[in-house]
């Protein structure tokens, strides 16, 4: 019975404010028109049993009608809403960009993995592109004629070649990049990485490594990120590096990749890779 | 004692108006209007404190705040728009003076709206399809 006292209060309180109401109003040309909306009030109440067994979210509803119309009436500017759906456009429009500019490194990532492999022999475990906007030409396109016109720009080139057993590193100095049998196992993880303005001075870092292989012994069996930058220490330098450059070249001539600007990266040789994961 | 206050106030503009209509009448306009304007924000305290208490009692006796709100909506389209309306009219422009009523008529239907949409809603509900 505890809904029936609450429905009738709920009922008696409407029309005394109703009739409230009515007393306040100020003139009688509006009166039809408030009578009306106060009486559509006090159905509203005595359905709102009916209301509660057929629809559950009826009062939700009403709220969400009610905060829509008042909206409509003036409270928010207009304004504020167009701003939210630029925004929104904006997030969308981000989001597609980041999605499409992943798709494009995983496609690129596969044609370079192909490349390397059909023209070097060698096995190569995966090719890892990282794919950034360029700002500055995001910039120019914001000046320009529309925001999306920034353009994708290989910032890194991850190339991680097949492991070799230990066996066949005897065999490396013979097999100079060529075989495919033998000579990846010195490069267990070459890291091309493209971005002209911050690697490029790694890249001279990368070329020295051949001058003096002693140096990068230590990096060559750490982290792989520490040893950015240095092409690792290997018992077979001359094979290391040939690969290397052939694959820069490789990368140069097919995507357009200054050659100045890629960074190489090795681990040290298998064994030490393997004990610096 | 402020009925006093309010009838007084509105006497001796009355008096001024009628001896400025002959020489200006834009003045005597000008005067009728901030009476006006005056006496109503003079009541606006009084309307609050009414609200006020309004609230409270729907608050206590657990009536639907969105129904209240709706209601006190409606009045003050109602007071805002008659207030207007009067203020023209005094000054001799009758269209314009039924035009804003009626544009406080329109907001006050738009205001029903919602309501008879689950009115109707329900009621679809409720007979067998």
Do not use: H
Not at chain 1, 52 to 67: H, I
Not at chain 1, 171 to 178: L, T
Not at chain 1, 187 to 206: F, H, R, W
Not at chain 2, 38 to 59: P, S, T
Request: aromatic share 4%.
């Amino acid at each position: 019975m505890n809904w029936l006292a609450e429905w009738l209060r709920e009922i008696i309180f409407i029309v005394l404010i109703a009739v409230f109401i009515d007393l306040l109003l100020p003139n009688r040309a509006m009166e039809r028109y408030v009578k009306f909306v106060v009486s559509l009030l006090i159905l509203l109440t005595l359905l709102s049993p009916v209301m509660r067994f057929f629809s559950a979210d009826a009062k939700d509803q009403l709220e969400a009608a009610f905060a829509t119309s008042w909206d409509g009436l003036g409270g928010d500017s207009p304004g504020q809403s167009t701003e939210a759906i630029l925004q929104q456009g904006e997030k969308l429009r981000q989001k597609q960009e980041s999605e499409a500019l992943a798709w494009a490194g995983e496609e690129a990532a596969r044609q370079m993995k192909q490349q390397i492999e059909r023209s070097t022999g060698q096995q190569v475990d995966r090719v890892t592109v990282k794919l950034r906007t360029e700002p500055a030409k995001v910039q120019a396109g914001d000046t320009g004629t529309s925001p999306p016109a920034a353009e994708p720009v290989i910032s890194e080139v991850e190339v991680v070649m097949a492991q070799v057993k230990p066996e066949e590193e005897g065999a490396d100095p013979g097999a100079a990049g060529r075989g495919p049998e033998v000579s990846i196992a010195p490069v267990d993880k070459i890291k091309i990485s493209v971005n002209t303005k911050e690697n490029s001075g790694e890249s001279g870092g990368a070329q020295d490594q051949t001058e003096s292989p002693a140096s990068t012994a230590m990096a060559g069996s750490g982290d792989d990120d520490i040893a950015s930058g240095e092409l690792a220490e290997s018992r077979d330098q001359s094979a290391a590096t040939s690969l290397v450059s052939q694959i820069e070249e490789l990368l140069q001539q097919n995507w357009g990749v200054d050659k100045e600007a890629v960074m190489v990266i090795g681990a040290a040789n298998l064994n030490e890779a393997n004990a610096g994961r | 004692m402020e009925i006093i206050q309010i009838v007084g106030l509105g006497l001796i503009a009355t008096v001024l108006v009628l001896v400025v209509k002959e020489q200006k009448p834009m003045f005597a306009f000008l005067i009728a209007a901030s009476t006006g304007v005056l006496i109503f924000l003079y009541l606006i305290g009084k309307i609050g404190g009414i609200i006020e208490v309004l609230e409270d009692l729907a608050d206590k006796s657990g009536v639907q705040m969105i129904y209240l709100k709706t209601i006190l909506k409606i009045i003050g389209i109602a007071y805002i728009a008659e207030f207007g309306a009067q203020i023209v009219r005094d000054a001799g422009q009758e269209s314009i003076a039924s035009k804003i009523e009626m544009a406080g008529k329109v907001l006050i239907m738009v205001l029903a709206i919602p309501i008879i949409s689950i009115i109707i809603e329900t009621v679809i509900k409720l007979l067998p399809a």
